[in-house]
């Protein structure tokens, strides 16, 4: 199956239609979003083809090497098999650990500096949410989160993810985008003060500690069967 028939879209989609299939895969199969048709591996195969698709170098990339026959600028709605001359040698094992110390660890150490933090900021603005202080402490420490997110997402894009390390990449890709919409629920609350842009933001934060958790778990399975 190709990364296009994953995603449910024509080879020729533009980006936003692939934005626009993501977002309505996601709510269809992740399990914390719709706990009675949610599917874990599906998710897994949805995040590969969207981390694709959605940067055009990769896409091009992509394009380039399963469609290898093809004028350019044209995709098939399915990969055309390479020649044995053209094929690569699959080393499914190869540069994982090096994904693991270049882009993992450091992603994982962002996530916890800003999952851990968030209570205690708010428990210090609770002492007074009017206040200008304790608000532009707030906005502080939210600045501070999104340049640590930024660092993070930057970081995860900057190496493809092996084989073998595939499943940690999709749970840690979704767990950012969870930490980014939780921010952006929390940046609403100093403009009006409205406490549900706090629960929101609090349970967005909560997801992605699960998901955060599920990539410790895959990791240790990978460590398993190395």
């Not at 380039?64 to 709605?77: A, E, H, L, S």
């Not at 390479?82 to 650990?97: C, M």
């Not at 706090?198 to 240790?220: K, M, N, P, W, Y």
Request: with cysteine; net charge negative.
């Amino acid at each position: 199956m190709s990364y296009y028939q994953t995603l449910e879209i024509e080879p020729t989609a533009t980006a936003q239609e692939v934005r626009q299939a993501y977002r309505r895969l996601v709510k269809r199969h992740h399990p914390d979003l719709n706990q009675a048709v949610g599917n874990a591996d599906r998710m897994v195969e949805i995040n590969l083809a969207y981390e694709t698709l959605s940067d055009p170098h990769r896409r091009r990339v992509y394009d380039r090497q399963n469609f290898p026959y093809m004028p350019r600028g044209d995709r098939p709605t399915s990969p055309k098999p390479p020649t044995r001359s053209s094929q690569q040698p699959l080393d499914p094992d190869r540069h994982w650990q090096q994904w693991l110390a270049r882009v993992y660890h450091p992603v994982n150490l962002s996530l916890l500096e800003i999952l851990n933090s968030i209570e205690a900021e708010i428990d210090e603005l609770a002492a007074d949410p009017f206040d200008d202080r304790l608000l532009e402490n707030f906005q502080l420490y939210l600045d501070n989160c999104r340049s640590l997110l930024d660092e993070a997402q930057v970081r995860f894009r900057s190496l493809p993810n092996p084989g073998p390390v595939a499943s940690i990449a999709a749970h840690l890709y979704y767990c950012l985008n969870q930490v980014s919409d939780g921010l952006d629920e929390f940046s609403w609350f100093p403009y009006n003060y409205d406490e549900h842009y706090l629960h929101t933001g609090l349970e967005l934060f909560r997801i992605a500690r699960g998901l955060r958790q599920e990539a410790q778990e895959a990791l240790q399975e990978v460590y398993a069967d190395a």
